[in-house]
């Protein structure tokens, strides 16, 4: 299976999953869906996801793993990270920062910051390369990693790359510069 006809098909299961939860929300605040079947609702939710967390790992395994740049953040305190604690997954936060990239990511993450995205986006992989080996210090939430879909739902994340920055929210590949500006960051 090509690279292409994976990343479709992975985008077509996020925009269905998507989709379905965005038509439960309006059919309950129309009161269309009665208080006992909203447990039967929920539950329909739930295996929903599931089936597509597992369709998206099928995926993975079957590709070989081969991902772009790491699954999770740092532990910025937003606990976006589920391995937080773990000794492989915290970042040495002492380790000097060399530079201005590597500064300007740190700065992201400090501010509250998220970056959405996932392995697959091209996109998502050029904003990291950007930032060079900062990049390891960027507030990512990886959208295809089960442990943070919820997030990614939570967050109605619907396109990618996705930034969050002072409660705003920017689609799209954005330059260093303009980060830094929407941030109030030094770069």
């Not at 038509?23 to 609702?41: A, C, D, F, L, M």
């Not at 995926?59 to 793993?65: A, E, L, N, Y």
């Not at 396109?159 to 330059?175: A, F, V």
Request: glycine fraction near 8%.
């Amino acid at each position: 299976m090509s690279k292409a006809r994976k990343k479709r098909k992975i985008e077509r299961a996020i925009k269905q999953e998507a989709e379905i939860r965005k038509n439960v929300r309006e059919k309950i605040k129309q009161g269309k869906i009665k208080t006992k079947s909203k447990k039967k609702v929920v539950i329909s939710i739930i295996i929903a996801i599931v089936v597509i967390a597992a369709a998206l790992i099928i995926i993975f395994v079957k590709s070989g793993g081969n991902t772009i740049g790491n699954n999770i953040v740092p532990n910025n305190g937003g606990n976006i990270n589920p391995n937080a604690g773990n000794d492989n997954s915290a970042i040495d936060n002492s380790a000097v920062i060399n530079t201005k990239e590597a500064a300007l990511a740190k700065c992201l993450t400090e501010k509250g910051v998220i970056f959405y995205g996932a392995s697959w986006c091209p996109h998502c992989a050029n904003q990291k390369k950007a930032f060079g080996d900062g990049a390891k210090y960027l507030p990512y939430v990886e959208c295809t990693d089960v442990a943070l879909q919820q997030k990614c739902v939570d967050a109605e994340v619907t396109s990618i790359p996705d930034w969050r920055i002072n409660g705003q929210k920017y689609l799209g590949e954005r330059s260093l510069e303009n980060l830094a500006s929407y941030s109030g960051c030094v770069y």
